[in-house]
């Protein structure tokens, strides 16, 4: 179950068959119970899936990119890039951006 609710391919269609709704209450019956050996995986999707519920009920075609714009350490940011990853092998997270924390980053003024 961890590896299907952590599956973007899995996340687009469930959004597309205007699920979206349906696929958090997947992540929330997921995550109660404690033997889930991914718990930290489903638990970074369902925060993910939950803040883009609106825009991926409209537009579940943007579901690698949404995922895109995590933070680089987040389970779905790793699960976009591993999908980039196979369609262009060169190309690699930011890995500036995979190691810094948000609270440590400082704008230049």
Wanted: net charge negative.
């Amino acid at each position: 179950l961890d590896m299907v609710l952590t599956n973007l391919a899995f996340v687009h269609a469930k959004c597309e068959a205007g699920l979206t709704h349906d696929l958090l209450n997947d992540y929330a019956s997921a995550l109660e119970f404690p033997h889930a050996s991914h718990l930290s995986a489903v638990s970074e999707f369902r925060r993910f899936v939950q803040g883009q519920s609106e825009l991926l009920a409209l537009h579940p075609e943007l579901t690698l990119q949404q995922a895109l714009n995590q933070r680089a350490v987040t389970a779905p940011a790793r699960a976009a890039w591993t999908e980039i990853h196979k369609l262009a092998p060169s190309l690699q997270p930011p890995a500036a951006a995979a190691t810094q924390s948000q609270s440590s980053f400082r704008l230049p003024w």
